[in-house]
């Protein structure tokens, strides 16, 4: 008798759980198919990143419910009026999730037209890795994703003494401790390579260096010596702290980069979100004496710039965000006084927009951006790049993708993939190095061989 009071409790709890799984996902399913947002920013956080796993994730998902489907009938769950009404339920889900999967297809010609820009000698590229590759399958579902060919130098500082000092009396350890940076390098190489300069996201106050999804693959494949940096999020001081903390980090590498092989000389930086507007910065303030405390004479100029999911508009006169953007960057982050509407204020987000330094871009730029970005509307990327084309003489590179939520390419997806593979053709197309025969005229097909997807030329 107790045992079975037990058990009818036990299916009472999961037949509960079922449903409300089946119908957080229905829900969930069709806010990452719509790209809906809502007026705070909490929330759309949170529904970012359900969307995000939603979206890139949907077979996954399926076969968790499948799973969850078979428990149910092997303990006689599955008798339940709930469970049943549920289950009808979850094969519209299914359908949602199988939309989902076919939508991370869109990606694949939308990089092919990206790659075929990149070169007039677009003949050559090989088709895009789909359903018939086992390189496709392998990625799909194994979503952990690690360079295990390298040595990782993990949690060097980047400061010198007069600045750790200076954070331990204002922030204490905790705070110097952000202060430091990894270095992936590749165990193929010996020296001399190209050097990524990776700059985390998180709203400025928060995040990780070791957040970079399956670009960092990608990168060490190509035999790229990768810098990841983290810098303080939680500074009483407030922003710029994070932009100049950037460019002491870049300071330690062009000095020490050459220790670990890399190229002092051939730094490209590159972020996400909340990077992508500081890695955008870096590229667009060489040298200023005001970002420069301490070490104005040094040399902080790059060679190139990616900006994925970035915030590049930090003034939205339009209003794109749903949320108050300029209110929480001015309080919560720069920890400013007064309005965000005041002249005062506008003015400093305007100085702190990428979009407003255009004409001081020197360096080619990556722009990537997914379409329904509820945190970073695309609409911002999108004007970001026309005026960067009208009044730059810069090259600047657009990969527009479809399905895509806010920082979708930290899941290892199709979706993430096929972006990687774009991003990663851009850098070697315009960093990369460039053999003797290359020279002489013929197509550059070793500078676009794309290791990790298993591509043969």
Known sequence: MPFELGMSLARSMWALSYATASLLTLVITWVAIA??????RTVNIVLCLLCNHLSELPLTIMFTDACFYTWLN???T???ILVRFFYYINIITAVALLYLFRRSFEVQEAVQTFLNQLSKESKEWVELPGLTSPRFWQQLLNPFHWPWDCTLYQNIPYWVQEEQLSAQKTDGWHSVAEMELDIYKPNSIQGGDNTPFYIHGGGWTHGSKSLIGPLLTEMVSHDWIVVAINYRTATKAGYPTQLIDCKRALRWVKDEIQTFGGDSNNIVVAGDAAGGQLASLLAMTPNLPEYQPGFEKVDTTV???IAMSADLDLVDAKNYSNHDARGRFISAVAKRSGSAESAENLKFLAEH?????????GVPFLVVHGDIDTLTPVQNARD???EFRNNCRSPISYLEVPGGHHCFHLISSPRSW???IATAAW???NFGRVSEADTKGSKRLAVHELVEWGWTV
């Open 303 to 305: 060679q190139g710039c």
């Open 418 to 420: 096929y972006a990687t």
């Open 384 to 386: 970001f790049v026309h």
């Open 74 to 76: 092997i303990t006689g």
């Open 353 to 361: 927009s990428p979009r407003f330094r255009i004409k001081e871009s």
């Open 78 to 80: 599955f008798q339940s």
């Open 35 to 40: 790209g809906a947002a809502t007026k705070s």
């Open 427 to 429: 850098l070697n197309y």
